[in-house]
């Protein structure tokens, strides 16, 4: 089952690293063997894309931490609704060298937009809340501009919820320690001190999905309004205490007894982030701290309350309506994914030196989260999907297998010179021959990848990502594509 929707869509957009982010890998979960002891995840992970005719090379978990420069990492799986194994290696900060537990928090990133949604949707339950709505109805300290749609088309928190309300802002990028950090309503405004433009709406409401974590942020103002109530407070009453995720809060900065004990971020260099976690001010969209296993204790109880028990942390009712997904891959803050008979749940979560990333099946109960504290993050995440997969008979999560295509040094050679990214950003990037093949560099972002020729004019890397280069007159190379949507011109 593919999981395209779990990963960057499903993330704040960071500046320099998240294009190079990678897709989520191929998983279905339908197998339910003994849960193995939690050590053996820590050993056997091969690289995302294996080679077709070359031996397996098996390395540990440190090892691929290590490559990645990702400092650490901690894991949870569930069957059939439990959690049947928890791992954590690495540390929390490699300033300190503290240690990584199964109780170190991390900034969950996207993660909290589901998250969200269902403290919404308890809400609902609980009080007077129409999803269908005009917002501007709802919203009390702010308004919505007026957009071309306005009284045909509706922006309501369903929509803004599905991510497709026509909203815009991606995501955002949090504040570095030290920086003046807005309001929430500079923040919508896209008033200084914020570094996130305005939210507006302008394309037709209802028709397309466009992730925005902008229009999260609506629904958040809008909850807020309606209820008087913070969403740090409103989180412990209607999600965190109820299921006991002791671990977790909406918490920017976050404060003791969880800051004792929190994960700090690193970069894609595996260097700590210059004055520790951003803060951001967008709590819905981006702004919760958690742990995997209070991750699959929410999503086992949103699972079981789908199957139809009314003992969750919302009804049946709402949970139907929480994975049902008319205009695009999201329901009510949920991606979901459903392929060769399994349907399952989840989100993907991007801050600065996190990644994260969490899915769920709805009939089996089985599920997997992953976080970890370095930008190099989801490329790990991959590969230890792939080993759980092994471990515990998940037939169908199969990585992909690619042929080396034979290319001598002289045709290697065409494809080497600088490069000039323009979409979605501009930087540059170079590209070199190595034993193999051609290494990529772009800033801090990425040092000596790795590509692999496969056909002509097309290349992979172990981590899964492709790029293939475009041809102009007299056959020379002018430029490539960097996944399908990172664009680069040749200029030396």
């Known amino acids: 089952m593919k999981k395209s929707g779990l990963v960057l869509v499903g993330v704040a957009l960071l500046a320099a690293a998240a294009w190079w982010l990678g897709q989520q890998p191929d998983q279905t979960l339908i197998s339910k063997p003994a849960a193995p002891e939690a050590a053996t995840i820590a050993t056997g992970l091969r690289p995302v894309v294996h080679i077709a005719n070359r031996p397996p090379v098996s390395m540990t978990l440190q090892e691929r931490m290590d490559a990645h420069k990702v ?23 490699r300033s300190t060298g503290a240690a990584i537990n199964t109780e170190t928090v991390f900034q969950a990133a996207s993660i909290s937009k589901p998250a969200f949604a269902t403290i919404l949707m308890r809400y609902r339950e609980q009080n007077e809340l129409d999803l269908d709505a005009d917002i501007n109805s709802l919203l009390t300290s702010w308004q919505l501009p007026e957009h071309p749609w306005q009284g045909t088309q509706d ?13 815009t802002v991606h995501g955002f990028a949090g504040y570095a320690a030290g920086t003046d950090v807005p309001t929430f309503v500079q923040l919508l405004n896209g008033a200084a001190p914020a570094n996130s433009p305005a939210v507006v709406v302008d394309i037709e409401p209802g028709k397309q999905f466009r992730y925005s974590g902008g229009g999260t942020s609506i629904a958040q103002q809008a909850l807020e309004d309606i209820s ?13 205490g109820p299921l006991d995720m002791t671990r977790s809060a909406y918490a920017q900065p976050l404060s003791k007894p969880l ?19 951003h803060t951001y001010a967008a709590l819905a969209a981006a702004g919760m701290w958690t742990t995997p296993s209070d991750i699959l204790k929410w999503a086992a109880s949103i699972q079981q309350a789908y199957a139809g028990d009314t003992g969750q942390i919302v009804s049946p009712e709402s949970a139907q309506d929480m994975l049902t997904n008319p205009v695009g891959p999201v329901g009510i803050g949920f991606f ?10 989840g989100h993907g979560g991007s801050n600065e030196g996190f990644r994260a990333n969490f899915y769920t099946y709805m009939d089996s109960g089985d599920g997997i989260a992953v976080m970890t504290n370095g930008a190099n993050g989801s490329i790990l995440i991959r590969e230890i999907i792939h080993r759980a997969a092994e471990l515990y008979g998940w037939d169908d999560v199969q990585p992909p297998v690619k042929h080396v295509a034979d290319m001598d040094a002289d045709t290697l050679a065409q494809f ?5 990214v323009t979409e979605p950003m501009d930087m540059e990037a170079t590209i070199t021959v190595g034993a193999e093949g051609l290494l990529l560099n772009a800033g801090d972002v990425m040092v000596d990848e790795l590509f692999l020729p496969e056909e002509t004019n097309k290349f992979f890397a172990l981590n899964g990502s492709g790029m293939v280069f475009i041809r102009g007159d007299n056959d020379a190379v002018t430029g490539f594509e960097y996944r399908g949507f990172v664009k680069a011109v040749k200029i030396d």
């Open 71 to 93: 400092p650490g990492v901690s894991i949870a799986v569930m069957q059939n609704g439990k959690i049947v194994m928890t791992h954590a290696a690495g540390v929390r900060d």
């Open 416 to 420: 080497a010179g600088r490069y000039r």
């Open 259 to 277: 800051s004792d004990n929190a994960a700090a971020p690193h970069n894609a260099k595996g260097q700590p982030v210059n004055g520790g976690a």
């Open 228 to 240: 008087g109530i913070p969403l740090a407070t409103l989180a412990d009453t209607h999600l965190f």
């Open 155 to 167: 922006v309501t928190l369903r929509r803004l919820l599905s991510h497709t309300a026509g909203t």
């Open 336 to 345: 979901i994914d459903e392929e060769n008979g399994a349907t399952s749940f």
